[in-house]
């Protein structure tokens, strides 16, 4: 929690891609120190304090990503980004089955990491956004060029350019002070987090063990998670955030329902209906978390957008935290969990009615057009400030999606 709340500061600061990248090296030298910690608690326990702090600053990287995709691959690159996490976690996973020395797991888990840090610093241009946020035109144009050339596509450096209005220099607490609108947005987005960490944490809990083998378990779990991009892809295509959002919403609804209803297991010895329907609530909630994340860095506009990040996701912090200590009062009271879910989903259900729609919408760029989107308001002018797709031959249909 602490470490993405500095991450975002850090991001907005200094820049996505220098964060990124130095993140990922103190990353790798922190995974060398747990190799080397195999005789030395001291060493292991502040090499896992560094990585944890470094999980969050890494966290808020999403945010790079959304400024470099345009409008209509922004969901397909989000799940792109999910799947590497399961991918991630399914890697370790298998590492841990077949190898049973910690330090070579350490080594192994180094190269992913030093490839993936390599191909950014090379590859990967910085965030246009953040730098004409930062008023350094040169690098910006050289970034939009970069961008242009690796889609095949024409850029000229327009006069025009600046159309930005609001304040470039606005901080985080904007986002609780700016306008009722964005304020409302905020807190919405706030208890969305939450209760998408607490849902997906608490149903989770409920799905229990799988199989029996810790590692095959967590294969199944991660498999169960790659399977799910799909559905989150074509979930979003086909209807919209907001939608899809409250369908999320229903179905955790529909699956604590179920979780609470009684049954007799001597009827059907061999089907446990609450472990079903709470892993397919746990696969909705993953599908909920997914969407939220890309809803949060599109609604979010780009002077704030790293800190706003690291901000909600430290509140769903705060869902994991609470989600045990609640399936622990269910000794005390039967299905007090799953009422807390079904309570938490129907709120967010119902408060997403205020939320806009961010669909292939140009990313604001500071509070004023946050509060622009967030009102239904047109913005007029050259819209680019906030996206890369504005600042691209439009006429071009070859565009990947940087």
């Known amino acids: 929690m602490f470490g993405i709340l500095i991450g975002g500061k850090l991001y907005d600061i200094f820049g996505r891609k220098k964060c990124t990248v130095i993140g990922y090296l103190i990353f790798c030298l922190t995974i060398i120190l747990h190799a080397s910690s195999k005789t030395d608690f001291r060493v292991f326990a502040v090499a896992h304090v560094i990585t944890g702090i470094l999980n969050g600053v890494i966290g808020v990287q999403f945010t790079y990503q959304t400024e470099l995709t345009i409008g209509r691959f922004r ?31 350490c080594i192994l888990l180094i190269l992913p990491a030093l490839t993936f840090t390599l191909m950014i610093a090379v590859w990967i241009p910085e965030s246009p956004s953040w730098l004409y946020l930062h008023n350094r035109y040169e690098e910006f144009h050289k970034s939009m060029e970069y961008i242009a050339r690796f889609n095949r596509v024409k850029y000229t450096q327009d006069e025009k350019i600046d159309s930005t209005h609001g304040n470039k220099s606005d901080t985080a607490s904007a ?25 997906y944490w608490g149903l989770s809990f409920n799905v229990g063990d799988l199989i029996g083998n810790l590692y095959i378990n967590q294969v199944l779990i991660c498999i169960i998670d790659l399977v799910n991009r799909p559905i989150n892809y074509y979930g979003v295509k086909l209807t919209n955030r907001v939608w899809f959002l409250r369908a999320c919403n229903m179905g955790m609804c529909i699956s604590a329902v179920i979780c609470m209803i009684p049954y ?40 704030v957008r790293g800190s706003g990040l690291g901000i909600f996701s430290s509140c769903a912090r705060i869902g994991s935290i609470m989600a045990p200590f609640v399936i622990v009062a269910n000794t005390y009271s039967p299905n007090i969990n799953f009422s807390a879910i079904l309570f ?42 906030g996206d890369v797709v504005g600042l691209l031959d439009s006429e071009s249909d070859e565009e990947t999606g940087f």
């Not at 999910?82 to 330090?103: D, K, N, P, Q, V």
């Not at 446990?272 to 890309?294: C, E, H, P, Q, W």
């Not at 729609?357 to 239904?376: A, H, I, N, Q, W």
């Open 75 to 105: 969901n397909f690159g989000s799940q792109v980004y999910s799947e590497t996490f399961s991918i991630g976690m399914l890697y370790g996973a298998l590492l841990s089955y077949y190898i049973e020395s910690f330090a070579i797991i």
């Open 175 to 199: 986002l609780f002070t700016f306008s009722p609108s964005t304020r409302r947005t905020t807190f919405i987005l706030l208890f969305s987090w939450l209760s998408a960490s607490f849902c």
């Open 264 to 303: 007799k297991k001597e009827i059907f010895p061999s089907f446990n209906l609450r472990k079903i329907s709470a892993l397919i609530g746990r696969m909705i909630a993953d599908l909920y978390f997914s969407t939220v994340y890309l809803y949060t860095a599109e609604v979010l506009p780009t002077v």
């Open 344 to 385: 938490m989903s129907m709120m967010c259900f119902i408060m997403f009615i205020w939320m806009p729609e961010t669909r292939d919408k140009v990313l604001p760029s500071t509070m004023t057009e946050m509060k622009d989107m967030v009102e239904g308001k047109v913005r007029h002018g050259l819209e680019l400030r």
